[in-house]
């Protein structure tokens, strides 16, 4: 019996493992390998380690946290799970269960992106969501925004700190009067005509193909895909969920705890803002949540209550 299972490995789980192990508890971690920021070559925002590769510093934080003997790693998917007496147990995709008297939900969320030919291949690259994160490194060339949401122009309003800014609101997602006016104060330009292809070399941009033939020079694009989330155990376990700007996520309180008492979450799956700091910050308040639930169960068993 663990005390914890941790179902995703990626920042958020390992930042909960890490607070956990620290507590002496009995962790085990559950991951498939796919973390959601893959396709990026750097990571950024990080303090202490700003411009590493993702997955140099994820395997860094996985080697950190597997240094406490009191944590286990289990390579694969967690398919269901179910309450089973005071416990959860949790059944793993190659067979098998493990049990754990804790659920931390980490495995974050799977984007669904925009279906314009040349856009996939160029996704964390010179196709980017996150300003903050990547809009440094093209600080002064020419940005666009490719609107995807009534959340859009919110976006180019940010991106336009960076450098001179299309907005392409794809015939669908146009401003309104003082979305406009407030994008006009940033020199934003604005296109209807739809973008239909991304040109240039390897996964670099060079320009974007408009529906009527015409070629924009672009060095990068930004967008806010839709988000799915990626847990198969949120349905069968009842956890609530709320709608984000951009798609679900998995409503938590001030401990990270769902509504489904000894579950909680943590990362992109936990909230509308993604981004690593955030996701290791979620994730180590879920392990301290996790922690202290553990202790009050304790002194309830004993007919006592915790101190305030």
């Given at each position: 019996?663990?005390?914890?299972?941790?179902?995703?490995?990626?920042?958020?789980?390992?930042?909960?493992?890490?607070?956990?192990?620290r507590?002496?508890?009995?962790?085990?971690?559950i991951?498939?390998?796919?973390p959601?920021?893959?396709?990026?070559?750097h990571?950024?925002?990080?303090?202490?380690?700003?411009?590493?590769?993702?997955?140099?510093?994820?395997?860094?934080?996985?080697?950190?946290?597997?240094?406490?003997?009191?944590?286990?790693?289990?390579?694969?998917?967690?398919?269901?799970?179910?309450?089973?007496?005071?416990?959860?147990?949790?059944?793993?995709?190659?067979?098998?269960?493990?049990?754990?008297?804790?659920?931390?939900?980490?495995?974050?969320?799977?984007?669904?992106?925009?279906?314009?030919?040349?856009?996939?291949?160029?996704?964390?690259?010179?196709?980017?969501?996150?300003?903050?994160?990547?809009?440094?490194?093209?600080?002064g060339?020419?940005?666009?925004?490719?609107?995807?949401?009534p959340?859009?122009?919110?976006?180019?309003?940010?991106?336009?700190q960076?450098g001179?800014?299309?907005?392409?609101?794809?015939?669908?997602?146009?401003?309104?009067?003082?979305?406009?006016?407030?994008?006009q104060?940033?020199?934003?330009?604005?296109?209807?005509?739809?973008?239909?292809?991304?040109?240039?070399?390897?996964?670099a941009?060079?320009a974007?193909?408009?529906?009527?033939?015409?070629?924009?020079e672009?060095?990068?694009?930004?967008?806010?895909p839709?988000v799915?989330?990626?847990?198969?155990?949120?349905?069968?376990?009842?956890?609530?969920?709320?709608?984000?700007?951009?798609?679900?996520?998995v409503?938590?309180?001030e401990?990270?705890?769902?509504n489904?008492?000894?579950?909680?979450?943590?990362?992109?799956?936990?909230?509308?803002?993604p981004?690593?700091?955030?996701a290791?910050?979620?994730?180590?308040?879920?392990?301290?949540?996790?922690?202290?639930?553990?202790?009050?169960?304790?002194?309830?068993a004993?007919?006592?209550?915790?101190?305030a």
């Open positions: 019996m663990h005390d914890v299972i941790i179902v995703g490995g990626s920042f958020a789980g390992l930042s909960a493992a890490l607070m956990l192990a507590a002496r508890q009995r962790v085990l971690i991951d498939g390998g796919r959601r920021n893959r396709f990026a070559s990571a950024h925002g990080l303090l202490g380690h700003d411009g590493k590769p993702p997955a140099q510093l994820l395997d860094e934080s996985i080697a950190q946290v597997m240094a406490y003997p009191t944590v286990s790693f289990q390579a694969g998917l967690a398919t269901d799970a179910a309450r089973d007496g005071e416990a959860f147990q949790v059944t793993l995709d190659e067979g098998g269960t493990a049990h754990g008297r804790r659920l931390i939900l980490a495995s974050g969320v799977r984007d669904v992106l925009p279906d314009i030919a040349g856009l996939a291949s160029r996704w964390g690259q010179s196709v980017l969501h996150c300003p903050y994160c990547h809009g440094y490194e093209f600080a060339q020419a940005l666009g925004v490719l609107a995807n949401s959340m859009s122009p919110h976006q180019a309003q940010v991106v336009a960076w001179p800014t299309i907005y392409f609101s794809q015939g669908r997602h146009a401003p309104d009067d003082a979305q406009r006016g407030a994008l104060a940033f020199e934003v330009r604005f296109e209807d005509t739809p973008v239909v292809a991304l040109e240039g070399e390897g996964d941009l060079s974007v193909r408009l529906a009527d033939g015409r070629r924009i672009l060095q990068a694009l930004f967008t806010a839709r799915a989330l990626a847990n198969p155990l949120l349905e069968p376990l009842g956890c609530a969920l709320a709608e984000g700007p951009m798609g679900p996520y409503q938590v309180d401990t990270r705890q769902t489904v008492p000894g579950v909680f979450a943590a990362g992109d799956l936990a909230g509308p803002m981004s690593l700091p955030l290791v910050s979620s994730g180590a308040m879920a392990g301290l949540g996790a922690h202290r639930s553990l202790i009050e169960a304790r002194l309830q004993a007919g006592l209550k915790a101190v």
